[in-house]
């Protein structure tokens, strides 16, 4: 499975959110880091086709995803940064929404909630209201949905926010375990989330792929840009900082 980027562009006006991005993606784990405003959210949405593509086109295996429509959809698992939960449904009444939206069975989809819910550390959690849930429960939660229908491509938007640090290694495991069999593509703002974890990186800033590759890769470009005499100290968080700290 492959999934192209080729110059991918969005424009809102006078405003160009992402800039003729190009990338060529297969299974693993792609991080994407940079700061607010940067175009991941953006480019998420598009890859998930949420906001329309102004120029370029996104392709799987050589078909252009606009044109494959619902076949496209069913292999693809998002969890938004702002995602909305039904605060009166229990966990398991939630799952089973959504399982209905995606257009499960229904006996798989009881079987399905029950060994995600189960996964994401919920399973004695699925008869609790939603509303009583904390940050990282309902965190958890969204995981779990996004998972609902075994996606090929899984588009996380800041997956590990509101996860305390022991959860947030436990996820960091469960992301990279995804990434052997599908396209996994996270965006956060935590460095060493995607620095344990990604097979490849991509900084972006104003739109645009300033570095990528592997971290063996960024390490060298870091050393060529920034020249530092402390190669050993390096990590992906000195490269961070050396494009967006103030």
């Not at 939206?101 to 996964?119: F, T």
């Not at 004695?124 to 969204?142: A, D, N, P, V, Y």
């Not at 640090?165 to 995804?178: N, S, T, Y």
Request: hydrophobic fraction near 40%; aromatic fraction near 8%; include cysteine.
């Amino acid at each position: 499975m492959e999934l192209i980027l080729d110059r991918v562009t969005k424009q809102y006006k006078n405003k160009i959110a992402v800039d003729r991005l190009s990338a060529s993606l297969k299974e693993g784990v792609y991080g994407l880091l940079g700061a607010n405003g940067a175009g991941k959210t953006t480019l998420m949405r598009m890859i998930c086709g949420i906001a329309q593509i102004s120029s370029g086109e996104i392709r799987l295996d050589g078909e252009d995803v606009g044109a494959m429509g619902g076949r496209y959809r069913d292999l693809l698992g998002y969890l938004p940064q702002d995602f909305g939960y039904y605060h009166r449904f229990t966990a398991m009444e939630f799952m089973l929404y959504i399982a209905l939206l995606k257009g499960l069975n229904r006996s798989y989809a009881v079987r399905q909630c029950k060994l995600l819910l189960q996964k994401v550390g919920l399973e004695s959690e699925m008869r609790h209201k939603i509303r009583t849930f904390s940050g990282g429960m309902r965190q958890r939660l969204g995981i779990a949905q996004a998972l609902l229908n075994d996606p090929k491509i899984l588009i996380l938007d800041e997956p590990t926010a509101g996860l305390d640090p022991k959860e947030r290694v436990r996820f960091r495991d469960m992301i990279a375990e995804l990434g052997r069999e599908r396209i996994v593509i996270l965006s956060t703002h935590i460095v060493s989330d995607v620095e344990e974890i990604a097979d490849w990186i991509f900084l972006m800033r104003q739109g645009q792929f300033i570095a990528q590759g592997t971290l063996e890769d960024l390490k060298a470009h870091y050393l060529e840009v920034a020249g530092d005499a402390e190669p050993e100290k390096f990590n992906l968080e000195k490269l961070y900082l050396f494009y967006f700290s103030e």
